[in-house]
């Protein structure tokens, strides 16, 4: 029944979350011909996405607006609609609780709110970054009680599918990157796979929700551990006096076998620095002690010390102290071109260089307000020859495009660069100092 809905796209669509990840999803589903009901809590959030007004770069105002008019898209607080929805994607936050262990109360609460209205012939997907074991320990207890009637498999379907999109990738995105599902059963998968493959091109199937979820883990913890390598590389580079970017560009000319990664002032991201200690956490209920995951988290944090280094360097070499010195951020967000700022290391950067003294201001074009540790809010300063020949040094955190290099170095006295970002910048190079 469910099926034959799914292929006809009449099957009633939901989406649990509409942030990062929800919301895309949403706009997928629904351009795919599917009716589609967003539920968030967040009544400021739901209020907005009614006047067509989106909060995620991804998603613009524009591709939203005739869909919400048309009513192809609704949206709504309201968790009694889940009674008439055949199919829901669960895409709640999955951030890290107390020491750094996994906060599964968004996934509980919106699982909770699923069980109420479930139904046979329902499938539940959940989205959410998660440990190994969540969907079958987790979510399906919850679902499926012993005084149920209704079972997983035969009358309702729960299945894994990570998000794996990158904000901001124009090359890649939803519908274009393969999706790993694992259902509960293969009934289960088989359905999740046929839901999946109305909107996006290619779905690749695992024997399990816990592959799945190891899947994005592996992803993720991938990135991470190969970021603390290259960032210790840099570190090691710099005691010998070697250019570490030079070197990955020429280990980069390798065909086979090499992949670059590239240092920085430290992991930023809602993913990278908080999904591997899902994976160390579940690890040590295993009596296993995740030590790739610690030594790269330990390397990577410690990167902004270590920009710090720099910045007081490169004031040392104009006989500045880093005490009253006045510093220039340019790029807050936590990559090149998007707008994000959540676990930026440049936050990290910025309360050590207060802590020592200093005066900053920051010009982000993608982050116009910020505030640190939601104490004082800061402004995003127009980026002008004034401003930049008044600071004593200028750090570049984020490489953002829209940034002209070579006029920053021709105007500034001092630049430390994090990223290469003025690896063509012809003249005033003696003025740079890279990670
Ligand atoms: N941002 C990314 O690039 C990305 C990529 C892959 C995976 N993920 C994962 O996807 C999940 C969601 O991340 P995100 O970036 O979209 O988060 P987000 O914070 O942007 O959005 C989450 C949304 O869920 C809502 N919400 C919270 N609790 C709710 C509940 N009980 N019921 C309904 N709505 C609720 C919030 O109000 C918010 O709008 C996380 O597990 C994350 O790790 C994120
Ligand atoms: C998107 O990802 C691909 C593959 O990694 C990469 O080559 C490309 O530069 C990325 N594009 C953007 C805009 O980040
Ligand atoms: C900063 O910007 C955000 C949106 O990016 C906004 O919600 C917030 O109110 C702003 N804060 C101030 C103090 O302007
Ligand atoms: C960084 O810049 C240097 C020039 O200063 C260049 O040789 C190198 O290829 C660049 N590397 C990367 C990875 O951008």
Known sequence: MILEKIETRTARAGVIGLGYVGL???????????????????SEKIARLKQSISDIPDVTNAVLAPLITSGQIQVTTDFSVLRELDTVNICVPTPLGENRTPD??????AVQQVAQYLHPEQLIILESTTYPGTTEEVVLPELNTPSSTIQVGRDFYLAYSPE??????????MTNTPK??????????????????????????VSSPRTAEMVKLLENTFRSVNIGLINEVALICDRM?????????????????????YPGPGLGGHCIPIDP??????????QYHARFIELATEINNEMPKYVLDKIIHALNLQRKPLNGAKLLILGVAYKKDIGDIRESPALEVIRLILDKKAEFLYHDPYIKNLSLDERETYYSEPLTVDLVESVDCVVILTDHGAIDYDWLVEHAQ?????RNATRSVKKGQEKITKI
């Open 24 to 42: 895309p999803l949403t706009v997928a589903i629904a351009s795919a011909g599917f009716r589609v009901t967003g539920i968030d809590i967040c």
């Open 104 to 109: 599964m109360r968004f996934i509980i609460a």
């Open 164 to 173: 794996r999109i990158e904000p901001g990738n124009s090359t890649y995105f």
């Open 180 to 205: 790993i599902i694992g259902g509960v059963t293969p009934q289960c998968t088989h359905i999740a796979k046929t839901f999946y493959a109305q909107f996006i091109s290619k779905t690749h199937t």
């Open 241 to 261: 006096d070697l250019d570490v970017w030079e070197i990955i560009d020429a280990a980069a000319t390798k065909p086979f076998g090499f992949m670059p990664f």
């Open 277 to 286: 200690h899902y994976l160390s956490w579940k690890a040590q209920m295993y």
């Open 414 to 418: 001092r630049v430390v660069d994090t």
